[in-house]
């Protein structure tokens, strides 16, 4: 049973992330790299959400951090990306930290839906409905990430009910 704060598609529309909600198993069809742990702490719903970066708990090291998910995205769809995140860091300080959500194309061309940042939040942020119309018929890779220099602050991010639905375009 999902959570009901993660999208369920409209009749005739269809899911194309797996595991977007990060239940079980934990990151089945992610490729995750670095730091990157389910959360059983802080979510939206469900049992779990993905933890990439570190902690303020976390030893600092220079590392990048990501979950990745390759989908193939039909052509003749209306399509838009929705998730859940939480950005997150110990120190407020001016460092090379980064939160990140990319697309990357076929082609190795990078979307940036969310572009390099570094911030913290007291609660849940949400993205809704970012089109990818653009890249219907074609293979993209999703991506979120955070890049720790190993320098004074940690950062790090949350990650919970990553949709992308597809409905039939009239």
């Not at 955070?146 to 949350?158: A, E, P, Q, R």
Request: net charge negative; hydrophobic share 40%; glycine share 8%.
């Amino acid at each position: 049973l999902r959570p009901s704060a993660y999208p369920t598609p409209p009749e005739g529309c269809f899911e194309w992330v797996t595991n977007g909600a990060f239940e079980s198993p934990i990151f089945m069809d992610w490729g995750p790299q670095g730091f990157v742990v389910a959360d059983s702490s802080v979510k939206v719903g469900g049992t779990f959400s993905a933890r990439i970066g570190l902690t303020a708990a976390d030893a600092n090291q220079n590392i990048a951090s990501s979950i990745r998910q390759t989908i193939n995205l039909p052509a003749g769809f209306d399509i838009n990306l929705s998730f859940q995140w939480f950005p997150k860091f110990d120190l407020d300080i001016a460092d090379a930290d980064v939160q990140f959500v990319n697309i990357q194309t076929s082609n190795g061309s990078i979307i940036e839906v969310i572009p390099r940042t570094k911030q913290t939040s007291n609660s849940w942020l949400a993205v809704n409905s970012f089109p990818l119309n653009s890249l219907a018929g074609q293979q993209i890779t999703l991506i979120f990430g955070v890049n720790n220099d190993g320098v004074g602050s940690k950062t790090w991010m949350y990650v919970d009910d990553v949709s992308i639905i597809a409905c039939p375009t009239p």
